[in-house]
């Protein structure tokens, strides 16, 4: 029986320090050391706002080569902590970029993407890179786009664009599906936006959201052994936790762990001020089955090594084939 360990966890541009202004190489390789630290370690690591190179990624983390990107050096920060402690796993990285926030052509000011880190021996046998699905929802302004995003992601929409990065491994002589999202933030030009008292996942832009994301995982997967994971800005039980469950034999094994959504509710992976939400999510297909989810801790629980790191903590799960 194989089995494999993933986290999902969105690491705010390596810019924590900075309350996400400007990337820094104190952020990035204490996120480094601790993945390294992982034991068992991991074998899928789906992150969400990485950069690829611009002046909030290099501004206060200059770059010892002039094409390395954020995935380059988060690859070398991890491989040396790994050293460090006298391991010797070896990781492949894949970035999926979303958008280009950019002066002109030459100048970017950020970018956002998608990253997939892969640990050896496990093969890749497909990922889409070179075109991540668009998924986003532009009716609202005026900014509808029905063509995915291009692969340079330097068009200047106002609307940051949202995608789905997919990749495909091997592992066991059998093919995993891999999911990575990032969805919007609810549209505070709904009027009910602020009628609710809860908003996070009652979007009707979230909604459109996870309807595209779920054709495309329906149209692009194998099997039923795949897993779809991110930060979908929603709260257990809103309309799009519900909309990705309901019917779709998706399986959140923390929702096992804990009981029921209220408790899940009270398990957050993000902190904004005062605030304390469960927004990262971890699904699975029937295809495979959870193990454990040790290393995953809510959000500002002091026994995590990722504690103060970003303004989301991780989600990690052990799981068999």
């Not at 908003?199 to 979230?206: A, I, L």
């Not at 099997?223 to 809103?238: K, M, T, Y």
């Not at 605030?275 to 290393?295: A, C, I, Q």
Request: glycine residues 8%.
């Amino acid at each position: 029986m194989t089995r494999l360990r993933i986290m999902t966890y969105n690491v705010r541009y390596f810019g924590h320090a900075t309350r996400g202004l400007a990337s820094t190489a104190r952020s990035l390789q204490g996120i480094a050391q601790a993945i390294a630290r992982q034991e068992p370690p991991l074998d899928l690591i789906l992150l969400q706002e990485v950069e690829t190179a611009s002046l909030r990624s290099t501004l206060l983390h200059a770059r010892q080569r002039p094409e390395d990107t954020q995935l380059d050096r988060l690859l070398q920060a991890l491989h040396q902590a790994l050293r460090g402690l006298g391991r010797h796993d070896v990781y492949e990285g894949y970035y999926f970029p979303a958008h280009n926030y950019a002066l002109g052509k030459s100048v970017s000011l950020y970018t956002t993407g998608l990253a997939i880190l892969v640990r050896h021996p496990l093969r890749v046998v497909h990922h889409n890179g070179g075109e991540p699905h668009d998924i986003t929802h532009r009716n609202l302004l005026g900014l509808r786009r029905s063509h995915a995003a291009p692969p340079s992601g330097k068009k200047p929409w106002l609307k940051q664009t949202r995608i789905c990065a997919h990749l495909a491994v091997e592992a066991g002589g059998q093919v995993i599906d891999v999911f990575n999202t990032h969805l919007s933030l609810p549209s505070f030009l709904d009027p009910n936006f602020w009628r609710r008292p809860e908003r996070m996942g009652h979007g009707p832009n979230q909604c459109e959201e996870v309807k595209k994301l779920q054709e495309f995982i329906d149209a692009k997967r194998s099997s039923e052994r795949f897993l779809v994971a991110g930060d979908f800005n929603a709260l257990p039980g809103s309309p799009v936790y519900i909309q990705m469950t309901r019917g779709r034999q998706l399986h959140d094994p923390l929702l096992s762990q804990v009981g029921d959504i209220e408790a899940l509710k009270r398990f957050p992976t993000a902190g904004f001020l005062q605030f304390r939400m469960h927004l990262d999510h971890l699904f699975s297909g029937p295809g495979l089955r959870w193990l454990d989810l040790e290393g995953s801790y809510p959000f500002d629980d002091p026994a995590s090594p990722f504690r103060g790191l970003s303004d989301h903590s991780p989600l990690l799960g052990h799981f068999s084939i």
